[in-house]
């Protein structure tokens, strides 16, 4: 079984036939964790620009690409440089960079302690224009992604409405540099599940993302042209009560002859606000105690090596 055995769900089927696509999305979790999503709404040429501006960041020298990073800032904000990150429980960090952008907040927000504003290098003029875009596309996708999987659950429509207002939501430009013979033994990141509600991405370059399926087997994973894959996160698996289980993932190394090419990825990490509460839902096979979106994150992230 690899993705393609996946239907990929329209996303316009959220606004004409809401129940199919609530039973889309359930089906695609149940099988493997993750849902292929087409028909989505986000312009290519948007897509490629977002791409090259952040291909043209990683491709600065070192000095330049570390003025950006946020000392004591817990990754939330510009460069996380290599080898810093590591996966929950391992030794080794991944063998990645990443720039993080969040939501941009107005003057005074109360949640501006909490999420705060964005950097943008200077250097690459195109950047700020062309990802601040893509964030905002990703973000309304999905939250149209939010309607179905509440329908799914037995909620309202609107359930999540409120819950991701403002929610603490991330771009992750991802930077996999090309892979050296005295690195050939370590993936390029460790098996682990996203923190957040739900992660949307479009489909790297480069292969080498595997995902764990409910037989315990490691699956490539390789998203058709045009695409957006879908998977649960912590946050959302601890609010259904396990019902949608996260997603355990990984990416392994290339192939001996895919060695020397940069790897480049783009997930969008869908956050509840800060100050949202989560309290499992009855009747699920598992229960945690209630926490805040906010505390729950900062707990994850020092497990990650991020603060």
């Not at 950047?127 to 909620?155: E, N, T, W, Y």
């Not at 993302?209 to 058709?224: C, E, H, N, T, Y």
Request: charged fraction near 20%; proline fraction near 8%.
């Amino acid at each position: 079984m690899t993705i393609a055995d996946i239907q990929p769900i329209p996303l316009s089927l959220v606004e004409s036939d809401l129940a199919a696509a609530a039973a889309g999305f359930g089906e695609a979790f149940a099988r493997t964790g993750f849902a292929v999503v087409c028909d989505h709404g986000i312009d290519q040429a948007l897509i490629d620009r977002a791409l090259a501006a952040t291909k043209a960041f990683f491709a600065l020298p070192a000095p330049l690409k570390q003025r950006h990073v946020v000392v004591g800032g817990g990754g939330q904000r510009g460069l996380t440089p290599f080898g810093i990150e590591a996966a929950k429980g391992e030794v080794h960090a991944d063998l990645k960079e990443f720039w993080h952008m969040g939501r941009d907040l107005p003057a005074g927000h109360p949640f501006a302690a909490t999420m705060p504003a964005n950097l943008w290098p200077a250097e690459v003029p195109d950047f700020q224009p062309a990802v601040s875009a893509l964030f905002a596309a990703l973000d309304a996708a999905g939250l149209r992604m939010l309607r179905a999987i509440a329908v799914h659950l037995g909620l309202a429509p609107d359930f999540f409405a409120d819950t991701v207002r403002d929610g603490n939501s991330i771009l992750r430009l991802l930077h996999y540099p090309p892979v050296t013979p005295d690195k050939a033994g370590p993936i390029r990141a460790g098996a682990h599940e996203d923190i957040n509600v739900i992660t949307l991405l479009l489909g790297a370059e480069e292969a080498g993302l595997q995902l764990l399926d409910r037989s315990g087997q490691w699956r490539d994973i390789a998203a058709p042209p045009g695409s957006l894959v879908c998977n649960v996160g912590d946050m959302l698996q601890r609010l259904s009560g396990g019902r949608l289980p996260s997603t355990t993932h990984r990416v392994v190394n290339p192939a001996p002859d895919r060695m020397g090419i940069a790897r480049y990825s783009t997930p969008f990490f869908l956050h509840f606000r800060p100050d949202y509460v989560i309290e499992t839902m009855p009747g699920g096979p598992h229960s945690w105690p209630a926490i805040s979106a906010d505390d729950y994150l900062k707990e994850r992230l020092r497990e990650i090596k991020l603060l």
